[in-house]
């Protein structure tokens, strides 16, 4: 049995309330949804808050989903999405999602000389990213850093699998030039 | 050419994705090879960043609520109650609470004792009552102290001692909010407030930590780091943006974007310094007067 179509048998049983299909689903996923909302929201606390909620509105509204032609993923990742479009209206004070808002995307290194070289590394690239257009960040936080394939990201975005592809290779070409021109 | 190129890019790092070999496929776009290898490392610099993570105990006590849910045949329905209807209520809950004995014997009970809901309602219902965001602000941080007091109350109940650092982190979150749309004078004091206030959550805390349960350790890691960050947050907030040729560090500008767009930014400053964290409050304290002033 295929990925795909184990995670559909998932989908399928936990909407009839199993259990066990509705911990695997939710262990699928909750890495990334938690690490797509962190680097959305740049707060810790503020992304746990929104991860409880994405997974209750999932839970909720999952005997209403239906495969048409939209992953399972894209479907999450949009409750997500739209989750945080709701977060900045209501604060209403950021009118962007900025990288720059974003925590430590590096964790502590035990070796101090590590550390100081990881933080270095890390401030470039949160530097370089907060360069990126808004699309760029969008694709290039869910390919690389949440780990969705391009056709997620394509059904997610609603755009087509080319322009997924030239959006990324835009964004990595912008990144290393920033990092080039900082070295 | 471009298109083509984007394909060839996605194949080479869809390869990397999956550990394959990526010799035989740039011998095969040689023309492409030094290009290729730039924006590769790219790529490998963003998917070998370190992801944040949740943390257990929060995955686990979102599984259990997740599972409980799952478990009840039918979700109970909201129903539809009028704003003005919840706010009637609301305030005549808070006109019984504020007005009986009740709530003023509940003032000073812990979590866990049989005031202290009563004590919590009070306190929403006061805070419901409250119009303007400096209003809200202030009761948020005055919660937020509450919290604080509690905790160093109930340190040797792990689970009261858990609610009471959780809230206060939260309440001071929601007094920051509320603080930042206010005018800037009104804005100043109140960030004042909040960085006396975070400096005394992470005496406290510090403080507790010795004598709390290793269960808890975590739990107040975390809140002494959500304490720091509110704290630099306030200091960034009361001394503006950084001089003109001073790196700006990520959290600098994540600063100025938490500027609401609806009031002026804080005026940059000149001969003003960043207090570091090791500064006492009373050097804190002439600092900020200093820039009053």
């Known amino acids: 049995m295929t990925e795909r179509g184990s995670e559909r048998d998932l989908v399928e049983k936990a909407k009839q309330r199993d259990p066990e299909a509705t911990s695997e689903l939710y262990d699928l996923y909750v890495d990334k949804v938690y690490r797509y909302l962190y680097y959305k929201v740049g707060h810790p606390v503020e992304a746990e808050d929104l991860t409880e909620t994405v997974f209750l509105r999932v839970l909720e509204a999952l005997p209403r989903f239906s495969w048409k ?54 401030q470039r690239l949160e530097e370089a990213i907060s360069t990126l257009t808004t699309e760029q960040k969008e694709v290039v936080l869910l390919k690389f850093f949440v780990g969705l394939s391009n056709a997620e990201i394509s059904a997610l975005l609603r755009k087509s699998d080319g322009a997924i592809k030239s959006i990324q290779h835009r964004g990595l070409r912008s990144l290393r030039k920033k990092l080039e021109s900082e070295t | 050419v471009k298109e083509k190129f984007n394909d060839i890019l996605d194949r080479a790092i869809a390869l990397i994705e999956s550990r394959g070999e990526l010799a035989d496929f740039l011998e095969h776009h040689r023309k492409d090879e030094p290009d290729l290898l730039g924006l590769l490392e790219v790529a490998r610099q963003l998917s070998e960043a370190d992801a944040p993570q949740l943390s257990e105990r929060r995955r686990e006590s979102l599984r259990t609520e997740l599972l409980a849910l799952a478990n009840q045949a039918h979700r109970p329905r909201w129903t539809f109650v009028p ?110 407030e909040l960085l006396a206030l975070t400096e005394r959550q992470q005496e406290t805390l510090r403080g507790v930590a010795a004598s709390a349960p290793e269960s808890a350790r975590e739990a107040i890691e975390r809140a ?36 609401p767009s609806s009031s002026p930014a804080v005026e940059p400053r000149e001969e003003k310094r960043e207090p570091s964290r090791g500064e006492n409050r009373s050097g804190d304290a002439e600092h900020r007067e200093e820039q009053q002033r």
């Open chain 2, 224 to 259: 002494v780091e959500n304490s720091r960050r509110g704290h630099d947050r306030a200091i960034k907030m009361l001394v503006g943006e950084p001089e003109i040729g001073k790196p700006e560090t990520p959290s600098s500008s994540h600063q100025k974007k938490r500027a």
């Open chain 2, 83 to 192: 704003r003005w209807s919840r706010r009637v209520s609301l305030s005549f809950s808070a006109i019984l609470l504020l007005t009986t004995g009740v709530a003023a014997a509940a003032g000073t009970s812990s979590p866990g004792t049989v005031l202290y809901p009563v004590k919590r309602a009070a306190e929403q219902a006061r805070l419901s009552l409250a119009v303007s965001s400096e209003a809200k602000a202030r009761l948020r941080l005055l919660y937020a102290e509450r919290r604080m007091e509690e905790s160093r109350r109930v340190v040797d109940h792990p689970r009261a001692f858990h609610r009471a650092i959780n809230e206060m982190s939260r309440e001071t979150i929601e007094a920051e909010k509320n603080a930042s749309v206010v005018s800037q004078e009104k804005k100043e004091d109140l960030m004042a």
């Open chain 1, 69 to 122: 032609n939209v992953p399972f993923s894209a479907w999450v990742f949009s409750i997500a999405r739209n989750l945080v479009i709701d977060h900045y209206r209501r604060r209403a004070r950021r009118t962007e999602v900025a990288f720059e808002e974003v925590g430590p995307l590096f964790a502590d290194g035990g070796d101090p000389h590590e550390a100081a070289e990881r933080s270095l590394l890390q």
